[in-house]
């Protein structure tokens, strides 16, 4: 019997393998590959340019915000999905999800929409100095929104395992609610925040519909990573959209890694 499995296993692991390898490691391998086709030299000239440092640090900058951001609200609305009881929670729950079904480019429509100087509250801001749109806070807006339900949906299944029992021991033996938050629930609750995080932060590294919509791709002023590879590959600078793209993986990787480390660490 156990020799009849066999095949049907080792069948399993080979359609599984060959699925990620053709849908991850050769498009990667490729992306190396020419990224590096004319040598390291020309790989790093064509990513160290002022317009593609800036876009790194546009891009860096507008992924921690997105990703303090959204953890923040992650947990707190997680916490007020799972232990709350309030008219109008199956509608929150459902608008969470509104990022997953629509596209970027129409969370960028609407943001126009809204701030536009023809827009809902576009007047407001701009009589008073603040631009919205073509700048970064339009595009930390977009960025929020695309990766708004992350740490919610890997947060609500632990809240939902964990249960309320030690909290309500806590709160009876007289801790407030940031002392049960900070001692019982958020060290229960750690994995699922961040592995949250790590989702956050490699949807906003890779964000490019609704931010290209707000920032308008001034280069060297709004122009995040992702806009940056798309522009240099436009004009035929495939070593440098190349490289920028293998970079932007690598964030993203290394972020995973490390977060698997401190897993290993904490529980040896």
Known sequence: MTAKRRPGRYGLRFVALGYLAMLLLIPIGMISYRAFEHGFAAARSSVTTP??????????????????????????CALLLVRSNFRGKA???????VPFAISPVVVGLSLL?????TGWFGDVFLNNGIQILFA??????????????????EVVPVLHEIGDEQEQAAETLGANWWQTFRRITLPA????????????TARALGEFGAV????????????????????????????GAYT??????LIAVATLLAMNLFK???AS
């Open 51 to 76: 317009d593609a440092l800036h876009a790194f640090y546009m891009t860096i900058v507008i992924a921690v915000i997105a990703v303090v951001a959204n953890t923040i609200f992650g947990v707190g």
């Open 91 to 97: 509608l929150l729950n459902a608008i969470i999800d």
């Open 113 to 117: 929409l809204l701030y536009g100087r």
């Open 136 to 153: 970064m806070p339009g595009m930390v807006l977009a960025t929020i929104f695309v990766s708004l339900p992350f740490v919610v949906r």
């Open 189 to 200: 609750i750690r994995w699922g925040v961040a592995y949250g995080v790590v989702l956050t």
């Open 212 to 239: 290209a919509v707000v920032s308008g791709r001034i280069s060297g002023q709004t122009e995040t990573a992702t806009l940056w590879v798309a522009r240099e590959f436009g004009q035929f600078n495939t070593t």
């Open 244 to 249: 920028a793209s293998l970079v932007l993986a």
């Open 264 to 266: 290993r660490k904490e």
